[in-house]
């Protein structure tokens, strides 16, 4: 079985199927999967129309003249796509503007009674990277309901980890350019970041401080930063809110661009 192709989500930064219209951890729009759906479905108008124009016309043929038959069959034809493309446009605006869709509650709770104590299995065997490969193949589960699991936001934690070790693998390598040093500083400050609304649990907190402790460790030796620097660069990469100070993922990038192209200067 070939592997499924994947990508990094524009907006989340998560890993996600390449023919994923959207992302299914943050709901934004995947251009790529979404441009393969759209042109399946308008092979599929193309085929409806097709089907359409064989359409026998020897039942007209004694009660009206050649004109009028070209006439009907057009309005036909125009409506039908008129239709198609009217479903299609709504489906594709859904597809745009929604988040992540609203489960029947009774599936929902079927699908966590299902698959949370497999989910747990998973975490207490610290197999973390399993939970992901199980969260991105059941994403499209009808109830799917992950977000209500204990260690959820652990997880999304853990998830720009295994990116952050991914791209600084690259950069160790010294086989590494621009955007590699950029999203690696972006992912360890994904890592770095502080949510007021998240709930961990004390393991969840232990596995965390580890995790930030690799990142600023590996800033400090790859890139010469201080811990008050590595501390001024996230605090640069957030924003004040009605809510609160928040961390914002556009000036984490900004930030992360800066520092790359100088250290691709150095090096």
């Not at 009660?63 to 009028?68: I, L, Q, R, Y």
């Not at 409506?79 to 869709?101: E, H, Q, V």
Request: with cysteine.
């Amino acid at each position: 079985m070939n592997p499924v192709a994947k990508l990094q989500c524009e907006n989340c930064h998560a890993m996600i199927p390449a023919d994923s219209p959207k992302c299914p951890y943050c709901g934004a729009l995947n251009a790529l999967g979404s441009e393969k759906q759209y042109m399946e479905q308008l092979s599929d108008i193309k085929e409806d129309v097709e089907e359409l124009q064989q359409i026998p016309v020897d039942a007209y043929r004694k009660e009206m003249n050649k004109t009028g038959k070209m006439i009907l069959i057009t309005i036909l034809v125009l409506a039908l796509i008129a239709g198609i493309i009217g479903g299609f446009y709504w489906c594709f605006n859904k597809i745009i503007y929604s988040t992540i869709s609203e489960a029947d509650p009774k599936q929902q709770l079927m699908w966590e009674k299902e698959n949370y104590p497999v989910l747990d299995e998973l975490y207490a065997q610290e197999d973390y990277y399993g939970i992901l490969s199980f969260m991105d193949e059941h994403c499209d589960d009808e109830g799917y309901s992950i977000y209500n699991w204990e260690h959820y936001d652990f997880i999304e934690v853990y998830r720009f980890y295994e990116n952050y070790m991914y791209t600084a693998s690259i950069i160790e390598s010294g086989n590494f350019n621009e955007d590699d040093v950029k999203w690696c500083i972006v992912d360890a400050l994904f890592v770095l970041r502080e949510l007021n609304y998240v709930t961990y649990t004390e393991q969840d907190e232990e596995q965390i401080a580890k995790y930030r402790e690799v990142v600023c460790e590996f800033m400090k030796k790859q890139f010469g930063m201080t811990q008050e620097e590595i501390d001024k660069l996230y605090q640069d990469s957030c924003v004040e809110e009605e809510y609160g100070v928040v961390f914002d993922y556009k000036k984490a990038q900004e930030n992360a661009e800066k520092i790359a192209k100088e250290y691709m200067k150095q090096n």
